[in-house]
């Protein structure tokens, strides 16, 4: 049976559908590496006339740019009826991945890929490639859950032990106040105590990746403060990742503005968690990360019983991400 993201989620799609207008949904347990095959091109054409013609799409692409992590979720930008995903599930330590074609109907909110989109032949077989025809792309990190792309990235911050603070910010209905920590009902749970953070910037997007002493639990979030420079008390924008779920959407928070845009997508398991944001979901006058004498303060969040506790751990300066441009695809 097919599980479609929560509704909240399918309204945060619509609502910022100027931007991009569908929602990529993995059923499967690993990932979907695909591009987009524009409907009227003649790479459209190859893949309707035959199943081939699919192979070879993939096998003839410079990369496959784009990437749905296991039981995971990504926004995908433009408008894209009509058009085909066209990839391959990648097993890892397998000698050949499954060729997979998902169209895009009119209209779409969200599509999903799952074993059924495999390409079978005619007797059955499944159409499939070597992982030496298929191009990942050249992105420092994949989100996978397998975390090895980040052991040579050194941490932004690091609790070994975790933080003692003396107070907290209370939310409720009624008020928003800084309150005793005795007085926080989530510290220490749900994965509030933070235990590294780490980040990296691509040409494309900027990804991060996060560990916490406790175990994460659903209401936990993680909260990001953009400040345009250093000298700067207001933050620009909020970006949170609200770590409920296995996986789902990174949101952009921006003041005067009730509903959140989605830039991104996460996942994770049960203490550590990466999260891509791309560029082309950020609006173009929000300076994510221009100008570089900007400034990060992380906080984890936790919401239950009426009232959200947050607790702040650590000021980041954008100046020490590093920035990968690999020189070549892998």
Known sequence: MKHLIPFILLALVAASASTW???VQNEEDVAFHFVVVEAGTDRHGTIQRSLQGAADVVATATALTDMV?????MPLPGTRADDLLVGVYVYPGRSSWPVVVVPIAPGARTVLVSRDSVLTAEDGSVVTLRPWQARLGTEPVLLDNRYLDWEPIAPLARFARPIEPSSFRLKTESESR?????????WGRGG??????KAVTSDRAVYVKASVHDEFAAGASLLFYFF???GVDRSAFTVEIPVTSASGWVLLWRDGVADPLVIGAYVRDAFLMEAMVRFDLVPADLPLFHPRNGAVEV???FS???RHE???HARMYLSSVPHHAPAVAR
């Open 228 to 230: 345009t420079d250093r």
């Open 310 to 312: 947050e607790f702040y």
């Open 304 to 306: 239950g019983a009426g």
């Open 21 to 23: 207008q569908v929602a």
């Open 69 to 73: 992590p296991a039981h995971g979720v």
């Open 178 to 186: 800084s309150a005793a920590i005795s007085d926080a009902l989530f």
């Open 192 to 197: 509030t105590r933070l235990d590294t953070v």
């Open 299 to 301: 906080a984890t969040m």
